[in-house]
């Protein structure tokens, strides 16, 4: 069974930094890309970063590139989002995805974990 369980949500100042992490089990990820999405109150789920689990190319939205980035331990299973910079807009449910696929209207992901919340005070 697939598991994707995210850490380190919390309250922070904005300007302030956050690490999320997201630990996989149950599947190899090896060959596939894992990534992090968000969702605010009253908006759908947006993509926010993905990385390939070989080391390849981070892809970023517009609204976090550099300020976020995606790093991941493949010795750990582990996929991580360093979030510098935060703004009040970036508060939402974080969510940890894997076996992320680029379409052209967008990434779509074959697994979620539950969710970590991430809220910003100004």
């Known amino acids: 069974q697939v598991q994707l369980v995210e850490s380190g949500g919390r309250l922070v100042q904005a300007g302030g930094s956050l690490r999320l992490s997201c630990a996989a089990s149950g599947r190899n990820f090896s060959r596939s890309a894992m990534g992090w999405f968000r969702q605010a109150p009253g908006d759908e789920r947006e993509f926010v970063a993905a990385i390939a689990w070989n080391g390849g190319n981070a892809f970023y939205a517009h609204s976090v590139k550099g300020r976020f980035t995606i790093s991941s331990d493949k010795a750990k299973n582990t996929v991580y989002l360093q979030m510098n910079s935060l703004k009040v807009e970036d508060a939402a449910v974080y969510y940890c995805?894997?076996?992320?696929?680029?379409?052209?209207?967008?990434?779509?992901?074959?697994?979620w974990g539950q969710g970590t919340q991430v809220s910003v005070s100004s």
């Open positions: 995805a894997g076996d992320l696929h680029p379409r052209p209207t967008g990434w779509e992901a074959d697994y």
